[in-house]
Every structure is written in structure tokens, then in C-alpha cells.
């Protein structure tokens, strides 16, 4: 394969593989563009992100606009690079028609779905949410729509019933190192997505964690397993915030929010809920047992 000169675009942890693999095949990476640094930790220090770092233990020369939307500027900064091509990865910034068309053979996306199926900011969550039995990573042609662009390459990814994000996250990020390799070198030809079957996976926010008991139990497992551990899923006990890191479905029926047993097994609209690893505000997340020791979920207490 022919050494492209490119820039990568992405952010998080997700898009690290992929961007080391393009460096490995000995492509000409001449700029990383990735979210700018952000207030992290107790002491709220500015901290770059995954790609950034990685970017950087590289050798390879990073950019972090703001925005790049209406950025006349950025926007002759990046055709001024004269690419081949660039490969964009989880980003997060919506990039406009000029710096789509800037390289000859355009701008290609990892996207974490087997599209049209979830498109937009979550498709990895959206999936176990939704107890899709298979994710999967397509290769497309980014153009200005959201995820609409024509499909190059595609490859499906089980999904198993215990799944949880992050172990989809690195089977997929894994995926889309190896495929965005094969459709630099194939060049496949771009096929226009189907108009049936489209699904949006909307932008998370902490409230979709809060657990709510009137749904079954098996939906509220799959919130649990996809929503770990961002944003996170909690319920509230007294004026206590009580996040939930695991849990399994069990025996059980009740009034929902319920504690049925000192598991603690938690009734839901149908079915119940045994939880396994909780943690309190300040603490670290511990397995329920050691939890109960210091924190009281008493049998017939109804949790909100």
C-alpha cells in the first residue's frame, strides 16, 4: 500500500487504536486534530485527551480547534496541508463542507454501528440499551449529513448477553483499526446507505442513568451494562445518591423500587434486579456485600 499523507481526526480512547495503526502502515500523518484540553481531576488541571496524548508519544504535530464550523481560518489551514485523505474517528466536532471536500479522496469516518442503524453520538450504548444482538464498525464517506455518507467497508461484532460498553467499545475500536487499514489500501467502491432502518442514537446525559424500577428488569440491566460507567446509573435512597456499577436480573416480584431480600434484590415492573456493586458519593465502588456494611438498604424499604 501506497503511503497516504493524512490527517487524523478524534478525541477519545476509542479512536487511539486506529490512529496508531495508520502510523504503524507507515502513513505520512501530518497533523492530529483533537478536542482541546479540558479541566480534569481534583484539581481541575487542564488535560489533554487520549488522541492528544497519544498524538504526542508519537512525534506527531497536534491541533485542538474550539470549533471549526464557520472558521474561515481553520478551514485554509486544513486544505493548506494538501491530503489524501482524512480519517476521522469520534471527534466531535461537526466539520463543514469546506474541509469535507478539502482532500482528494475526502474525509472517511469510523463509525461505531452497523449503519443506518444508530446513527449519532452513542451508537455503542444505544445498542445494548436497545438488546441488539450484534454492533459492528462501518467505514463511510463523511458527508454533511449526520452519518449519512455512502458505506465503504462494513463487519458485524456479537453482541453477548452479559455485554458491557466498554468490553463492545474495545472489540470495536479494535475493528476499526483493521478496517480503516482495508479501505485506505482496497479503496472499495462507496454504496449509498438503505432508507429503512434508520435509528439515531441521541447524546447522553446523566439523568438517562437514573434508574427507574417501573421498567422491567431485563431493560434496566441492559441500562446498567450500557451506561457504565458514563454517565453512570444511580437511584436515590433518603437524600442519598447510590450509584449502581453491576447488577444481574433475579427471582423476584414486588411493588417496584421495592428491596425484596439483603442481597439487596430490588423489585421492577416485571421481574427483579439483584445489585452487585454500589458505590456512595465520595467512595469508591465496592461489591454489595462490603457495602451493606456501612450503608442500609433495609428488606421492604422502597427505593426513587
Known sequence: MKP???AFMGSPDFSV????????????????YAQPPKPAGRGQRETPCPVHRAALDLGLTVRTPARV???????????????????????GLILPRAML????????????????????????QAAILAGDSASGITIMQMEEGLDTGPMLLAEAAPITPRMTTPELHDALSAMGSRLIL??????????????????????????????????????????????TPWPG??????????????AEP?????????????????????????????????????????????????VGAVLS
Open 101 to 124: 471536500d478539502a482532500p482528494r479522496r475526502g474525509c472517511l469516518n469510523i463509525h461505531a454501528s452497523l449503519l443506518p442503524r444508530w446513527r449519532g453520538a452513542g451508537p455503542i
Open 182 to 227: 482495508r479501505a485506505l489500501d482496497e479503496q472499495p467502491a462507496p454504496v449509498p446507505q438503505p432508507d429503512e432502518g434508520v435509528t439515531y442514537a441521541p447524546k447522553l446525559t446523566k439523568e438517562d442513568g437514573r434508574l427507574d424500577w417501573t421498567q422491567p428488569a431485563a431493560a434496566l440491566d441492559r441500562r446498567i451494562r450500557a451506561l
Open 17 to 32: 487504536p486506529a490512529l496508531r495503526a495508520l502510523h504503524e502502515a507507515g502513513h505520512e500523518i501530518v497533523a492530529v
Open 4 to 6: 497516504l499523507r493524512l
Open 69 to 91: 464550523k464557520r472558521d474561515a481560518a481553520e478551514h485554509a489551514a486544513f486544505a493548506a496541508l494538501d491530503l489524501d485523505v482524512a480519517v476521522v474517528a469520534a471527534y
Open 250 to 298: 433475579a427471582e423476584g416480584s414486588g411493588a417496584p423500587g421495592t428491596v425484596l431480600d439483603a442481597a439487596p434484590t430490588i423489585a421492577c415492573g416485571t421481574g427483579a434486579l439483584r445489585l452487585t456493586r454500589l458505590q456512595r458519593a465520595g467512595r469508591a465502588a465496592m461489591p454489595a456485600g462490603d457495602f451493606l456494611r456501612g450503608f442500609a438498604l433495609p
Open 233 to 246: 446509573c444511580f437511584f436515590l435512597h433518603g437524600d442519598e445518591v447510590v450509584r449502581v456499577h453491576e
